[in-house]
């Protein structure tokens, strides 16, 4: 993940027009990744990919929630993740406007 930041960080860099590439390298690396899955067929190989979305509001389902319940350290588990990805993302981003700018981040 950290070696495609870097190399649009480098191309947004060399190539002003290309600024926004660095933003947005996290989604490119996300369309790729599907676009590999559906060209290997990894659907047949284990990999579960969802395949029709409802439309419009999905209903409430706060009054099924239990705090007690035996999938909590994986609920917590899946939490923390999706906390370390945005965090990762919302690095890149501001590292992306960062260079754009001339700033420097400390890290």
Not at 10 to 18: A, E, F, S
Not at 56 to 65: A, D, E, I, K
């Amino acid at each position: 993940m950290e070696s495609h930041s870097m190399i649009t960080m480098m191309m947004g860099k060399k190539k002003k027009k290309l600024f926004w590439l660095p933003a947005i390298s996290p989604v490119i690396s996300v369309i790729i990744s599907t676009l590999i899955v559906y060209l290997t067929r990894a659907d047949e190989h284990g990999v579960k990919i969802i395949r029709l979305f409802k439309g419009g509001l999905n209903p409430s389902s706060l009054n099924q929630s239990e705090f007690n319940s035996p999938h909590l350290s994986e609920l917590a588990k899946i939490g923390f993740i999706c906390a370390i990805i945005a965090l990762t993302e919302a690095v890149a981003v501001g590292r992306s406007f960062a260079s754009i700018k001339g700033y420097n981040l400390v890290t």
